[in-house]
T-cell receptor, first 112, second 113 residues
Framework: AQSVTQLDSHVSVSEGTPVLLRCNYS??????LFWYVQHPNKGLQLLLK??????LVKGINGFEAEFKKSETSFHLTKPSAHMSDAAEYFCVDRNYGQNFVFGPGTRLSVLP | KAGVTQTPRYLIKTRGQQVTLSCSPISGHRSVSWYQQTPGQGLQFLFE???????NKGNFPGRFSGRQFSNSRSEMNVSTLELGDSALYLC????????????FGQGTRLTVV
């Protein structure tokens, strides 16, 4: 069964410094990967998606992610963190005809 | 274009009661899926409906059921509520049941007392 691992349950960065949130997937097929963000008491908002067109995917709010098949990774990055980026981030895999498989989430804290 | 609408936003129910949650997907979307989110278990898949048919089902007891109407709106029902059913229930809407992204509603916060 497919699974998604997010290596850090909590990441803390200072405002203006880079963000790296790590994600590894286990699919043996070509995955369909997404990053979602959830602010407190809110639903999930799509940040970006990988659908095999390009390995480097740009999303909203300055986030981007790189798909590396050799490492089965899809890490999320942002060059400069903003206070408003503080939230929970979920890496998600979806196989055709299947439901979304969520990683456990990484809580991002941004310090002033 | 209106987003995914879930009603109600908040619910407080007593153990043993039943509850119905509603989800209106984005116009034109035919796939609706439901998720339960709790601090301990994270996001867990409940079920997915596509064109009024249940496509997939997660590992939840039969007390959890759902349906989808011809206009793609979906309802989720939980009978004989237990304290452990307290959670944020999220609905997601997709164009199709495939590799496309899903758009989530803001959720219904259910508290069972």
């Amino acid at each position: 069964a497919q699974s998604v691992t997010q290596l850090d349950s909590h990441v803390s960065v200072s405002e203006g410094t880079p963000v790296l949130l790590r994600c590894n997937y286990s699919s043996s097929y070509s995955p369909s990967l997404f990053w979602y963000v959830q602010h407190p008491n809110k639903g999930l908002q799509l940040l970006l998606k990988y659908t095999s067109a390009a390995t480097l995917v740009k999303g909203i709010n300055g986030f981007e992610a790189e798909f590396k098949k050799s490492e089965t990774s899809f890490h999320l990055t942002k060059p400069s963190a903003h206070m408003s980026d503080a939230a929970e981030y979920f890496c998600v895999d979806r196989n055709y005809g299947q439901n979304f498989v969520f990683g456990p989430g990484t809580r991002l804290s941004v310090l002033p | 274009k209106a987003g995914v609408t879930q009603t109600p936003r908040y619910l407080i129910k007593t153990r043993g009661q039943q509850v119905t949650l509603s989800c209106s997907p984005i116009s034109g979307h035919r796939s609706v899926s439901w998720y339960q989110q709790t601090p301990g278990q994270g996001l867990q898949f409940l079920f997915e409906y596509f064109s009024e048919t249940q496509r997939n089902k997660g590992n939840f007891p039969g007390r959890f059921s759902g349906r989808q109407f011809s206009n793609s709106r979906s309802e989720m029902n939980v009978s004989t509520l237990e304290l452990g059913d307290s959670a944020l229930y999220l609905c997601a809407s997709s164009l199709e049941s495939g590799k496309t992204e899903a758009f989530f509603g803001q959720g219904t916060r259910l508290t069972v007392v």
